[in-house]
């Protein structure tokens, strides 16, 4: 029913007002209204009913409408969190080799070259957190 909702409402919308036109062209061309003013009471409740059932199926349309929107939000920021861990896994990877070059320069007696390398991972790691922040 969900997914055919919308064309449920609009159709309940189009048989009113085929409704309400076919009673006007019967109002306009009789010529004794008698008959008319019996039958008038009935087709008022047919009238109510589908508006009552436009109503209630437009509401759900609307719900329907508000779920599939929170489903997508969901799923777009599913796909940024997965975006961001395989970031993150490569920011993590790029520091551990910062490491292993350090502490293969530091083992040479380099140890100039290596506190160049650690300030440059950090400043790397640091523009990487304000990124995630």
Same mark, same amino acid.
């Given at each position: 029913?969900?997914?055919? $909702?919308?064309? =449920? ?20 061309? %009789?010529?004794? !209204? ?5 039958? %008038?009471? =009935?087709?008022?409740? %047919? ?10 199926? +437009?509401? $759900? ?7 599939? =929107?929170?489903? !997508? ?12 861990? +395989?970031? !993150? ?25 290596? +506190?160049?390398?650690? +300030? ?12 995630? %922040?």
């Amino acid at each position: 029913m969900r997914r055919y $909702s919308e064309y =449920f409402v609009v159709s309940t919308i189009l048989i009113q007002t085929l409704l309400v036109i076919t009673i006007n062209n019967e109002i306009i061309t %009789i010529d004794n !209204l008698a008959g008319l003013k019996q039958v %008038i009471p =009935f087709i008022n409740l %047919i009238i109510v009913g589908m508006c009552i059932v436009s109503l209630a199926s +437009i509401q $759900s349309v609307g719900k329907y409408r508000e779920h599939r =929107f929170k489903a !997508l939000m969901m799923k777009i920021h599913l796909v940024q969190v997965e975006q961001l861990i +395989i970031t !993150l896994q490569g920011e993590r990877h790029e520091y551990a080799r910062h490491l292993q070059a350090m502490q293969s320069l530091m083992e040479l007696g380099r140890v100039n070259e290596a +506190i160049v390398i650690w +300030i440059v991972s950090l400043r790397n790691l640091y523009h990487s957190m304000r990124c995630v %922040i």
